[in-house]
C-alpha cells in the first residue's frame, strides 16, 4: 500500500535529518574533528527512505560507505551514529568503526562496507539464513552501479536466483564510480539488464522520487516474503556532492550538477507535500525540528567520552 499523506511528511521529515546530517558531518570534518573519510549521500534520500520504509525494522539490510542515510532510514539512532563518526564510545559501533561501518543488528543494520559489492553477498547470506530457518525475513542490500562489475555481484546472482532467496538487491546508479563516469567503463550502463540475464525479475525506476521507490520495494518485499525469489531495482539518482571530502569534481561540471539539484528528491518531495496541501510554513517548521534533531544528537556525541584504551582488543576477532 503506498505511503499516506501523513507517511509523506514523516518521510520528507526524514529526508530532511539525513540530509542534515550529512551537513554537519561535513562541517565536523573541515573542523578536523572527523577522521577518516566521509562519503556524502547529499542528493540519495530518496532511495534510502524509500528503500528502507519498505522492510520491517527484523528484515536485514547491507549499504555502502555511502551508508549514513540508509542505516538511519532503517532505524538507527542519530546520536548513535553521530557518536560513531566522532569516534565515542556511545557509537554505534562503539566509536571503532567510523563513517564506513555503521552496524546495529538490533535494527536489522548488518553493516555498511567499505569494499565495493561486499554487502551483496552478506546480504544473500542473511537471505538465506532466513529461508533455511524458514522465517519470512527478506534482506535489501544497497550498491553502486560501480559495484555490478564485480565477479561477487554475478555469483550472487546466480546463486540468489536459483535458490529464490528473499533477497532485494537496490542498485543505486548515480552515474559515477568515485571519478569515473559509468559509461567510459562499461558499455551498456542500464545495470537492470545484467539482472534479467540471470532471469531475475529486473525494473529501472527514478530513485529520486521517493513514492516510486517506496512502492517498489514494497512489491519487491511481498514477492520476497512470499518465496518467489529475489528482484533488482535499479534506482537511478544523483551524487549532489562529491565522493568523498575533498573530491576536486573535474569529471562533470558545474551545469550538470546545478541541474540535477532541481530534480533533488527533497525539493521534489517537498512540492508533492504542498500539493497534498502543505504550507510552505510546514515545510519551514520540518526544517527547523530537524536542525533541532541534529543539533541534539551533536551535542550527545560531543559529550560522550572515547573508548578506552583496553576496548581495542573486544569485539575483536583475533
Ligand atoms: C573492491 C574495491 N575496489 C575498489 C575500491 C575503491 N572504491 C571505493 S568507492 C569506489 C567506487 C564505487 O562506485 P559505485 O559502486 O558506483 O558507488 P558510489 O560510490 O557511486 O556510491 C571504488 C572503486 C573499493 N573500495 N573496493
Redesign the pocket.
Known amino acids: 500500500m503506498s505511503l499516506t499523506s501523513e507517511r509523506l511528511q514523516d518521510a520528507y521529515r526524514q529526508m530532511l535529518v539525513i540530509r542534515k546530517f550529512e551537513e554537519a558531518i561535513r562541517s565536523l570534518y573541515q573542523a578536523g574533528k572527523i577522521r577518516g573519510s566521509f562519503?556524502p549521500c547529499v542528493g540519495q534520500e530518496a532511495t534510502a527512505v524509500g528503500g528502507c520504509w519498505a522492510l520491517r525494522q527484523d528484515d536485514y539490510m547491507t549499504c555502502?560507505?555511502?551508508g549514513h542515510g540508509q542505516a538511519i532510514a532503517k532505524g538507527l539512532s542519530i546520536h548513535a551514529a553521530m557518536a560513531e563518526m566522532l569516534g565515542k564510545a556511545t557509537g554505534c559501533s562503539k566509536g571503532k568503526g567510523g563513517s564506513m561501518h555503521f552496524t546495529d543488528p538490533s535494527v536489522g543494520l548488518l553493516g555498511a562496507n567499505?569494499?565495493?559489492?561486499a554487502g551483496i553477498p552478506h546480504a544473500a547470506g542473511a537471505a538465506l539464513a532466513s529461508q533455511l530457518q524458514k522465517k519470512d525475513n527478506v534482506a535489501l542490500a544497497f550498491?553502486?552501479?560501480?559495484?555490478v562489475n564485480?565477479g561477487v555481484f554475478f555469483e550472487t546472482l546466480n546463486l540468489a536466483v536459483i535458490w529464490k532467496l528473499p533477497l532485494i538487491l537496490v542498485c543505486?546508479n548515480?552515474l559515477?564510480?568515485?571519478m569515473t563516469p559509468s559509461h567510459e567503463t562499461t558499455l551498456n550502463v542500464e545495470t537492470y539488464k545484467r539482472a534479467e540475464a540471470f532471469g531475475i525479475e529486473a525494473v529501472q525506476i527514478d530513485g529520486n522520487d521517493l513514492e516510486w521507490m517506496y512502492d517498489t520495494v514494497e512489491r519487491a518485499v511481498s514477492k520476497a516474503r512470499a518465496g518467489e525469489g529475489p528482484i533488482y531495482i535499479e534506482a537511478m539518482t544523483y551524487?549532489l556532492w562529491g565522493?568523498m571530502m575533498g573530491d576536486p569534481e573535474i569529471y562533470r561540471t558545474k551545469e550538470e550538477v546545478a541541474k540535477a539539484h532541481e530534480n533533488e528528491p527533497i525539493l521534489r518531495l517537498g512540492r508533492r507535500l504542498i500539493a497534498l496541501g502543505c504550507s510552505e510554513a510546514d515545510l519551514a517548521r520540518f526544517n527547523s525540528e530537524a536542525e533541532v534533531i541534529i543539533a541534539d544528537a551533536l551535542q550527545f556525541a560531543e559529550s560522550s567520552p572515547v573508548p578506552e584504551p583496553a576496548d581495542a582488543f573486544t569485539d575483536v576477532f583475533v
Request: net charge negative; aromatic share 14%.
Open positions: 562519503h555502502t560507505y555511502r567499505a569494499i565495493v559489492a550498491f553502486g552501479e560501480g559495484a564485480q543505486e548515480n559515477y564510480s568515485e551524487r565522493h
